[in-house]
């Protein structure tokens, strides 16, 4: 018999290893052309190679190597590689004879082989590693091999030696899967293996045969028990009790379950009898259970629908006290309309009533909570109210106008946010906010007036200041001026500013140049000393100006600018001066240079000085 299956009841015939052992198959085949390679496009037909010119064995060769599995041609290889050194020693010893022949020592000969001949060397090398380790490798595998298919044997030898079970059979074919897809094993192992492997599957068929002879006696014992059961199940048709005769069925199947197979020939057609008794005594039960069913599924359709009504009111929510009372009265409505319905199926009788009894419930948590709460919203509104009450009132009186202001408006917008208050502190708490609010915007309202008042009249008074001052140095008499009357002048307008004046850029501008014109009336003033006090003004101006913090910062960088031009220039001239000095009648000029040299490092102090002021 094929070992791929089994044939129960049967001797297994007798099997020449020799013919169907695959891993004697596989040692005849090893390191012989495999059917298959004949048509494969690496493979290289066998031919009488020393027929071949030199040049067309080497490249033969060479695309030996370079098939995808070198092995496959190994003969083809080694032949090639034999004709291949045929062909070298030849051309060597030509190589010689010529050598010689030309005077040379033969001791002296050396014999370079091309680069091409140094490829084939190192190809047929590289082949011949790879094949000595796949050879090791399969050695290795083979051991490994062998091991698993003793261990195989020694599973076979418990299974012949155990008693006969229904699985024996599978575990059987497991073995035989098993043993046939592992791979070959060493040669001097492979017959023992093939003969005990054998000799344990005839024994284990003899064992089965005496088995089923023992086991078909039994079954005929098992067919006579369930004509038995049988017969009862059919008694029970005539049973009135449609209860009684199920639970007297489930106790014939319970029986049936207990008694072992019956013939193969028979087992069909007895579970058919069998079961045609079981499903005409549930047939009477289907036709009771038709009905009710039906009647369920309609009550679970009614109940689905009121399901949809009542589920939006477990999520109402309301701050209208008549709001609450209508919905109360829905609801009442809607749950006399479920206890109305009857039963329903009963896998979806407690799905559907949680679902009621959890909108139902929720509603009424959230009207408790809302009544609960409803009147301690309010009070706890009431005091936040009163809190803001008296912050206002804090506030009322302040004169610090910017910063309450914006405190009020803050507690404004809180107060809109408070939710409402009891009805009869309503009117009461908003008049009391209102009164503290508008105390403190009136007052600041007037404040407001008469600052608006006082900045016009201070800037009246400025700009007579000025029309009188402008009046008086455009006289045709000339004006004697002096230092302490200019600080004075200085002065004066400084006090427009300390009195709240809003400064009049254009007007600040024209009154410092009056008062640099009024540093021309003053007498015995020193051309720097003039420079330091309109450099001052200039300053004086600029910190005036709205973008103060810019315009001196522009002003800075340019003296550090003009510093930065004088001193390449002090550089340049005393270069140049250095230069006149190997002259000889270069007097004249150095005395210049020297000059200008001078004037840039007065000039540079000045704006030195200017850049302190500028810092201070």
């Not at 409402?420 to 009164?435: E, G, H, L, Q, T």
Request: hydrophobic letters at 30%; aromatic letters at 8%; one cysteine or more.
């Amino acid at each position: 018999m094929s070992t791929a299956g089994i044939v129960p009841e049967q001797e297994a015939p007798a099997v020449n290893p020799e013919k169907t052992d695959p891993e004697i198959t596989n040692l005849v085949l090893e390191d012989t052309e495999h059917p298959d390679e004949a048509h494969s496009d690496d493979y290289i037909p066998e031919i009488d190679y020393s027929t071949l010119p030199a040049p067309e064995l080497k490249k033969q060769l060479l695309k030996a190597y370079k098939t995808s599995d070198p092995r496959k041609n190994a003969r083809q290889i080694f032949e090639m590689y034999r004709q291949y050194e045929l062909r070298v020693a030849a051309e060597k010893h030509d190589a010689l004879e010529k050598f010689v022949s030309e005077g040379g020592d033969a001791e002296d000969f050396a014999f370079h082989p091309g680069p091409e001949n140094q490829e084939i060397e190192r190809g047929f090398q590289q082949f011949r590693e790879n094949r000595n380790r796949e050879l090791k490798n399969e050695e290795e595998q083979k051991e490994k091999n062998l091991k698993r298919k003793n261990e195989l044997l020694e599973q076979l030898r418990a299974l012949v030696e155990s008693a006969e079970t229904k699985n024996s059979a599978d575990k059987l074919k497991a073995i035989q899967s098993e043993w046939k897809a592992i791979g070959a094993v060493p040669t001097s192992d492979a017959q023992q293996l093939w003969n005990s492997f054998h000799a344990l599957l005839d024994k284990f068929y003899n064992n089965r045969s005496i088995f089923f002879e023992l086991k078909e006696l039994d079954r005929k014992k098992n067919l006579q028990q369930k004509i038995q059961l049988c017969e009862r199940a059919e008694g029970l048709l005539t049973n009135p009790s449609i209860n009684a005769s199920l639970q007297e069925l489930r106790h014939l199947h319970e029986e049936w379950k207990n008694i072992g197979p019956v013939p193969n020939e028979s087992r069909d057609a007895i579970w058919e009898r069998f079961i045609q008794a079981s499903e005409r005594i549930h047939e009477r039960k289907k036709e009771y259970l038709t009905v009710r069913k039906s009647q369920e599924q309609e009550n679970l359709q009614r109940k689905l629908n009121v399901l949809e009504i009542v589920a939006p009111y477990q999520n109402f929510n309301s701050d209208r006290i008549n709001d609450w009372r209508d919905k109360t009265d829905e609801i009442q409505k809607i749950k006399e309309q479920w206890d109305s319905i009857g039963l329903v199926p009963k896998e979806n009788a407690d799905d559907v009533n949680r679902r009621f009894w959890s909108s139902y419930k929720a509603f009424y948590q959230h009207k408790n909570a809302f009544f609960k709460q409803l009147d301690e919203q309010k009070m706890q509104n009431l005091r936040h109210k009163t809190e803001l009450c008296e912050q206002a009132e804090a506030l009322k009186n302040s004169t610090d106008w910017d910063e309450t202001k914006e405190r009020l408006i803050q507690l404004q917008k809180k107060w809109k946010t408070i939710g409402r208050v009891p009805d009869k502190y309503s009117d009461k708490i908003w008049n009391r906010f209102r009164a503290a609010c508008n105390e403190f915007f009136d007052r600041k309202q007037n404040q407001q007036q008469q600052k608006e008042a006082e900045l016009e009249r201070a800037a009246s008074e400025k700009t007579a200041y000025y029309d009188k001052l402008a009046s008086r140095l455009s006289t045709p008499t000339p004006t004697v001026g002096s230092l302490e009357e200019f600080n004075q002048l200085l002065s004066d307008w400084r006090s427009f500013d300390e009195a709240g004046q809003r400064p009049n850029g254009k007007l600040e501008e024209r009154f410092f140049d009056l008062l640099q014109k009024y540093l021309d009336t003053v007498p015995d003033l020193s051309y720097e000393r003039k420079n330091e006090l309109a450099f001052q003004l200039q300053l004086d101006r600029l910190r005036n100006h709205p973008d103060a913090s810019h315009k001196l910062y522009q002003k800075e960088q340019n003296i550090r600018k003009e510093i930065s031009t004088l001193e390449n220039d002090i550089s340049t001239l005393r270069t140049n001066i250095e230069f006149f000095a190997r002259s000889k009648n270069a007097e004249k000029l150095r005395q210049e240079y020297q000059q200008r040299i001078e004037d840039a490092t007065s000039r540079m102090n000045v704006l030195k000085n200017q850049l302190r002021a500028i810092r201070s």
